[in-house]
């Protein structure tokens, strides 16, 4: 069941209580499965959704229990500029493939989230098609921000006529709808749901930053009506994270900030940054679970944007170690490399294919996939981390100590990115979980760790 109340104001939003108990592997479907780029006209049905069944196996091992999928719907190119929600990309498959993906899944108890586009779709979607070509009587002339000119007037208008219209950051292929149209709620809330019936388990919802709240609130009303169990999470780079949530009746979004603080201080060796984002993470858990991340579709991996690879180490603790619901994207749990350039194509090396199975991945990432199973092991173990508390005990620019709290439960983090050996403070710290330090006093007001150069451990509490 869900939590408290949501939008009720100071209420937190815990979300379906299975969620307290995932780990999200994502996929980008079409580079994973090594579609086309760009959808053929009457190209013939790929049936390659089954190459994503060979690899739920692979999600169980490195111990995730949700595979969240990128965009699965019929789209022109990268599967953002969606011409038809409700059917499957013929790059990827049909019907058939995604039931049969869906129920896989369901087997082995993962739960698939799906990738709604609902700020914009493609050039060629159905309702703007008609747009282009009944002019402004078109049905669905109001689905869109058009910018009316003289020559956009029924009197007026010869067919060949573009109305100018509101797009998705310059992108003009991507055509803003305007959510302040009822009958747009209602497609979305309709889409929504029919995948929910059709057994998955909720949404990332796409650009949820440029989509005005009110929108939100109306559409997740609809859709709990019909699935209160669904996990609705929206994709927050900026802003007020606490407010979509709260506002939008949303379950959770994005935790960009978290992300940025984490790579950004290991590279400068500042500890501070990572520490004031911790402070700033505990608010927002103070209301809401947000969605947690080192890598994804849109930004360069993990492993390269990080200066000293042996710090892979360190971000990846700290997403096992604080609270959120944490996701890991294809590839980094096997220090994939991959670096998004902000060109035509600049995707492609963070969206790369994957091959017919695991096996067949070199064992030259095995190192780092034996370290995510053994860190996401711990949360799995502990999963009352998913809503847990964070204090900062010790910092410096070179060294992190923070605990970990919920539930009467406890863990202790230190972590240092010195060339030479560091002595922390971790009041109350006990057992070794992970890594190595030694130890004296544990258990005490007094406890330190003596970590080794650039080294880390996860202590009990």
């Known amino acids: ?24 592997w994502h996929v980008y479907p079409l580079g994973f499965t090594g579609a086309e780029p760009r959808l053929a006209a009457d190209a013939p049905v790929a049936h390659r959704l089954g190459h994503l069944t060979a690899w739920l196996d692979h999600l169980l091992e490195l111990g995730a229990s949700g595979l969240a999928l990128g965009p699965v719907f019929a789209s022109e190119t990268h599967g953002y500029d969606t011409t038809d929600h409700y059917r499957v990309d013929p790059r990827l498959g049909d019907d058939g493939d995604f039931d049969a993906l869906v129920a896989a899944a369901s087997a082995r108890g993962v739960r698939v989230l799906l990738d709604g586009v609902f700020n914009h779709v493609g050039r060629g979607h ?26 956009w007037t029924d009197a007026a208008w010869t067919p060949g006529t573009e109305p100018d219209y509101d797009d998705f950051e310059g992108h003009r292929h991507l055509v803003a709808l305007d959510h302040s149209c ?38 997740t009303e609809r859709v709990r009506a019909r699935h209160p169990h669904a996990y609705l999470m929206g994709e927050v780079i900026h802003g007020d994270y606490t407010a979509f949530v709260t506002e939008g009746g949303l379950d959770s979004v994005t935790q960009y900030e978290l992300w940025k603080a984490v790579w950004s201080s290991l590279n400068d060796r500042n500890f501070h940054e990572l520490a004031h984002a911790l402070r ?21 991996r993990i492993a390269s944007r990080l200066t000293d690879p042996a710090h892979l180490a360190h971000a990846l603790v700290v997403l096992a170690t604080t609270g959120g619901t944490p996701a890991v994207y294809a ?5 994939f490399r991959g670096v998004k350039e ?23 990432g095995l190192p780092v996939f034996h370290l995510h199973q053994e860190l996401l092991g711990l949360r799995r173990r502990h999963a009352w981390l998913h809503r847990a508390r964070t204090e900062v005990l010790d910092v410096s620019n070179e060294f992190l100590a923070y605990a970990s709290a919920e539930e009467g439960e406890r863990v202790v983090v230190a972590m240092s990115t010195a060339g030479g050996p560091v002595e922390v403070r971790v009041p109350g710290a006990g057992d070794v979980l992970a890594g190595r330090a030694r130890l004296d006093a544990p258990g005490t007001p007094g406890a330190r760790v003596r970590l080794e150069p650039g080294g880390w451990v996860v202590l009990a509490g």
């Open 1 to 24: 069941m869900n939590g408290d109340v949501v939008g009720a104001a100071g209420a937190f939003v815990a979300g379906p209580d299975w969620v307290r108990h995932a780990v999200w």
């Open 182 to 219: 009822p009958a747009v709620v209602d497609h979305v809330a309709d889409v929504m749901i029919h995948w929910l019936d059709r057994g998955v388990a909720g949404w990332r919802l796409d650009a949820a930053y440029a989509v005005p709240k009110e929108f939100w609130a109306q559409v």
């Open 331 to 335: 590839g980094d749990e096997h220090g």
């Open 126 to 151: 159905a309702a703007f098609r008609a747009v282009l070509e009944q002019g402004p009587s078109a049905p669905t002339a109001s689905w869109f921000r058009l910018r009316p000119d003289a020559a």
């Open 342 to 364: 902000d060109r035509a194509g600049g995707d492609d090396e963070v969206r790369p294919p994957f091959p017919a199975s695991p096996a067949e991945l070199s064992p030259v």
């Open 280 to 300: 700033r993470h505990d608010g927002f858990l103070e209301h809401f679970v947000p969605y947690t991340f080192l890598g994804n579709h849109d930004v360069t």
